[in-house]
């Protein structure tokens, strides 16, 4: 090979090999400026203290804060002003970004209802009229929670009232007003929202058709079984507890043929003797107990 094209063949080379250098160095240099811009901090609106659900948003509860870019959840904001007067419909404790996903969509937008974000997925949210005693007068709000109540009549037993516990530790979802007719003008009904399972609407929806309701607001904390039996007149008046719902009348066993009597009196025969029928005695029962002594008392009906 001559030397010239010798010189040729080898600068080719350098140009080569200098041109894949500087791309590598140049792709290295990149890279570096993309992880150095990745932490580099960006403004990121925040909570400035917890923000329950169906809350307004203003500016006093908001701030802004330094976040790393690449770990900025989508749907964020970077003013409160992009932020303010939207509804929360998702809890956002403090310190928390304040993102679209928690937010109701702006107004126009498909889905843009409040209340569909709220119900959790197999619930419903059922909304009941109250007055102002059955609505703890005016103390429910969302996130609180309450046993539901119904007094109606007896279905064997039109002169006989109950209250029983319907529902128990039920989360109320909104409260609000709805405009009714009585005596030709408008009046205020106070509503409850409450978040049910299906079959416990059915339930809530037939008791408030069939009888009144009231609402019985539980403590934060409580969220224990109550078990309660009900309550009729009889019940309270005398204490002793009545079943609310009678049993049906059990088939009666063949009975020896009444057999006529002199004086009117009727009796059966038994072994050739007429017998008089005694009446059935009804008694109640009634324990006391006081410490480690337990009294039982029996009274007739």
């Known amino acids: ?23 590598l160095t140049y792709s290295y240099l990149q890279q570096e400026v993309s992880s150095v811009k990745a932490v580099q901090p960006q403004k990121l609106v925040v909570a400035r203290a917890d923000i329950p659900i169906g809350t307004t948003l203003a500016a006093s509860q ?16 970077d003013a409160p002003e992009q932020l303010v007067g939207r509804v929360v419909i998702r809890p956002i404790t403090r310190g928390d970004a304040v993102t679209d996903q928690k937010l109701k969509p702006k107004a126009g937008t498909p889905g843009a209802g409040f209340m569909t974000y709220v119900v959790p997925q197999g619930h419903r949210a059922v909304t009941v009229a ?4 059955a609505g703890v007068a005016g103390f429910l709000t969302p996130n609180d929670r309450v046993d539901v109540i119904v007094t109606m009549q007896l279905p064997d037993n039109e002169k006989e009232s109950v209250s029983k516990i319907i529902l128990e530790n039920v989360p109320i979802l909104a409260t609000g007003q709805i405009t009714d007719q009585k005596e ?38 409580d969220s224990g079984q109550v078990g309660s039996q009900g309550a009729t007149i009889s019940k309270v008046l005398t204490g002793v507890e009545r079943p609310l719902v009678s049993k049906a009348p059990e088939a009666k066993a063949a009975q020896p043929r009444p057999a ?37 008392w029996q009274y007739p009906y």
């Open 130 to 133: 109250v007055n102002e005693v």
């Open 62 to 77: 908001l701030k802004v804060t330094s976040w790393p870019k690449d770990s900025i959840p989508p749907g964020s904001a």
């Open 184 to 221: 030709g003008k408008p009046v205020v009904v106070p509503t409850v929202t409450l978040d049910l399972l299906p079959t416990d609407a059915e339930k809530l929806v037939l008791s408030a058709s069939k009888g009144s309701l009231q609402m019985l607001l539980r403590n934060i904390a």
């Open 260 to 296: 006529p009597a002199k004086g009117g009196v009727k009796g059966v025969v038994k072994g050739g003797v007429i017998v008089k029928a005694a009446a059935p005695v009804i008694l109640y029962t009634l324990e006391i107990v006081k410490g480690a002594e337990k009294v039982t």
């Open 1 to 23: 090979m001559k030397r010239p094209n010798t010189v040729i063949l080898v600068s080719i080379f350098a140009f080569l090999f200098a041109g894949a250098a500087a791309w």
